[in-house]
């Protein structure tokens, strides 16, 4: 997924910002990964481990949404039958 991610800001960040947009995205990256960790070990120790795992699959879920509104196409679009 981290490399795939990586491809789509390579398409759509112009090369004169691509470099900074990669730090951005590896800094939220970085920052969710710690800030996850610790909401989720906060809810498992509060409630149950059960609220942790559902916890996190709304947020995966909400994330997922907001990049499949959010990121487009940049490549053409070829038709699979061409004459």
């Known amino acids: 997924m981290y490399l795939t991610l990586l491809a789509v800001m390579g398409g759509v960040a112009h090369p004169a910002w691509r470099a900074r947009a990669v730090g951005v995205y590896r800094l939220w990256r970085d920052g969710g990964i710690t800030a996850g960790a610790l909401l989720a070990g ?5 409630w149950e481990l059960d609220v942790a ?31």
Do not use: F, H, M, N
Request: hydrophobic share 60%; proline share 3%.
């Open 53 to 83: 795992v559902w916890a996190v699959a709304a947020i995966t879920a909400c994330s997922g949404l907001l990049v499949a509104v959010r990121i487009y196409e940049t490549r053409p679009k070829q038709w699979a039958l061409t004459g």
């Open 42 to 46: 906060l809810l498992a120790d509060l």
